[in-house]
């Protein structure tokens, strides 16, 4: 079965410099969520989708953007990197806004230099 | 306040023994969704278990169960069987809206 697809895995970049992730979703999901998890740390929201609008906004840096598309697929946007954005960055979809198991991609890794 | 609570931030167990994880959870909200992840040094975030808030069984998926206390507001993960492969931080979730993390227990199985 399709899964949740991340670009690119791994990704270094220099100190603010910009840098785009970028999510693909299970068919027929219409909800896409971005999460950022430090080194140690509990993933953390930053923004929803669903059906291509903002959905909810969490604790995502103003630096940062992000948007769904026609296709479903969602870009994450990151500008003026500092050191400290370095993290594995999750993307899930889910078929729907409030119900249901939502589906992990394997994470794009972000270090800062 | 912290919605999760896991209050347990690293756990030993012996391979073939079983293993429970708390979770607690806060929510005012009749409708959410409680989950368990297994997070391996590789970074991948595997779902485990789900229990929604109106399931009236605790959820089962082999060798994971819940044990979802609602009153309590408690959503414990049991491991029966432990083994080798199972060594690695586990997340449980609240889903209100979005999924909400507690900040993990790492479980380490000994051979």
């Known amino acids: 079965a399709a899964g949740v697809i991340q670009s690119p895995r791994h990704l270094i970049k220099e100190k603010r410099e910009t840098a785009t992730l970028k999510c693909y979703p299970i068919?027929?999901?219409?909800?896409v969520y971005w999460y950022q998890q430090g080194p140690g740390q509990d993933p953390q929201f930053l923004i929803s989708?669903?059906?291509?609008?903002?959905?909810d906004k969490g604790s995502i840096p103003d630096r940062f953007s992000a948007q769904q598309f026609s296709d479903y697929h969602s870009e994450l946007n990151m500008s003026s990197l500092e050191l400290g954005d370095s993290a594995l960055y999750f993307c899930?979809?889910?078929?729907?806004?409030?119900?249901?198991?939502?589906?992990f991609g394997e994470g794009s890794r972000l270090t800062v230099l | 306040a912290q919605k999760i609570t896991q209050t347990q931030p690293g756990m030993f167990v012996q391979e073939k023994e079983a293993v429970t994880l708390d979770c607690t959870y806060d929510?005012?909200?009749?409708?959410?969704?409680l989950f368990w992840y297994k997070q391996p040094s590789s970074g991948e975030m595997i779902f485990l278990i789900y229990?929604?808030?109106?399931?009236?069984q605790n959820a089962t998926e082999g060798r994971y169960s819940l044990n979802f206390q609602k009153a309590r507001k408690s959503a414990n993960l049991v491991i029966s069987a432990s083994q080798l492969g199972d060594s690695a931080m586990y997340f449980c979730?609240?889903?209100?809206?979005?999924?909400?993390f507690g900040k993990g227990t790492k479980l380490s199985v000994k051979p």
């Open positions: 899930a979809s889910s078929a729907g806004v409030r119900t249901g198991e939502l589906f």
């Open positions: 068919p027929r999901h219409d909800t």
């Open positions: 989708f669903y059906e291509k609008m903002q959905s």
């Open positions: 929510t005012s909200d009749p409708s959410y969704g």
């Open positions: 229990q929604g808030s109106y399931d009236q």
């Open positions: 979730a609240m889903r209100e809206r979005n999924l909400i």
